[in-house]
């Protein structure tokens, strides 16, 4: 049987008690596929670590192999294939995004270091918050790992705005194909509807209301963490854990033909007139052996390049903001 290993961290929070069954379960690697998984906390979460890893070891998992918990990430990473970057600190009362950007970035110093023990073919998926510009730290530190093995997680945008267009078009999601998100993790990020089909057929010819597309939809998907933060109290928690899930099996998975998925990853300067050394979310397609390659040829409307325009620059602002942090 083969072992895929799996580092989680902040795995005692409630994203990552939402992600580690399934992971454990055999859904994302399949049901052939034995899962090593390294629990990552802080020494205060320790004890909390422990009796999620009792409750792995209860649910009896054909597929579930040795759960281990460590407060250290030299250990956590060490010969990992899949690295599952949950944990980060959150925002607090009165913090700007600034603020929490230059807060974090130590943290992805340290993870990118320790990431340089994982196996040659890890694949670090960065999910704590801002992720995109976590994910260019770590990275930057980890130069015996491609930058091309990392990416930040978009998919929780996706499927906010797949749900979104849906709802509308009063149809399944699975009838949404398509939906490329653009840029940032953030209020700027561009869930871009031209793009998308319903049912094989152009968004904007099933859902006529441009208005509705170009204002209200886009607000929505960029603000709806905030909406839930203040209709239940806290963040996103199992929402974003089964989009870090699907966002892993995008990966594992071939993509089907004629579709895409998002994510974030780093941009080499080639595509869609984007800067080099940005984590930018793309459409992407995957061969399903962790690869991924950028579908470069969509036509973007002037519309959607002001978009773009926009994330881009907010994401090029982090990236100074992050300077002394970089490698």
Not at 50 to 63: H, I, K, N, R, Y
Not at 149 to 172: C, I, P, W, Y
Not at 197 to 221: C, G, H, M, P, Y
Request: net charge negative.
């Amino acid at each position: 049987m083969k072992t895929v290993k799996v580092a989680v961290t902040g795995a005692a929070g409630q994203i990552g008690y939402s992600l580690l069954f399934r992971l454990a379960s055999g859904e994302v690697f399949g049901p052939n596929v034995k899962v090593d998984i390294n629990m990552l906390e802080l020494p205060v979460a320790m004890k909390g670590a422990e009796g999620v890893a009792m409750e792995l070891m209860d649910c009896a998992f054909s597929t579930c192999g040795e759960v281990n918990c460590y407060d250290n990430p030299d250990q956590a990473f060490d010969g990992v294939n899949w690295a599952l970057l949950v944990g980060s600190k959150p925002r607090g009362p009165g913090m700007e995004r600034g603020d929490l950007i230059k807060t974090n970035g130590p943290l992805f110093v340290a993870q990118g270091k320790a990431l340089c023990k994982a196996s040659s073919d890890l694949r670090a998926v960065v999910v704590g918050n801002p992720c995109n510009t976590n994910a260019l730290i770590a990275l930057s530190h980890c130069k015996e790992i491609p930058g091309t093995h990392f990416s930040a997680m978009t998919a929780l945008d996706e499927n906010r705005a797949k749900a979104q267009l849906a709802a509308k078009a009063g149809v399944s999601v699975a009838d949404v194909k398509r939906l490329a998100i653009w840029g940032n993790h953030s209020s700027t990020m561009y869930p871009d509807f031209e793009l998308a089909l319903i049912n094989d057929q152009a968004v904007t010819s099933v859902i006529s209301d441009r208005k509705w597309l170009e204002q209200d939809f886009i607000k929505v998907v960029q603000s709806r963490g905030a909406q839930i933060i203040q209709a239940r109290g806290k963040s996103s928690a199992a929402s974003a854990a089964s989009a870090c899930i699907d966002h892993v099996k995008s990966f594992v998975n071939p993509t089907a033909k004629g579709d895409f998925f998002s994510a974030a990853v780093l941009t080499n300067g080639e595509w869609y007139d984007l800067p080099k050394g940005l984590v930018f979310s793309l459409p992407l397609r995957s061969n399903g052996d962790g690869h991924y390659e950028v579908v470069d040829n969509l036509e973007v409307s002037a519309f959607s390049r002001s978009k773009i325009t926009t994330t881009c620059e907010e994401l090029e602002k982090e990236k100074a903001l992050v300077a002394d942090f970089l490698a």
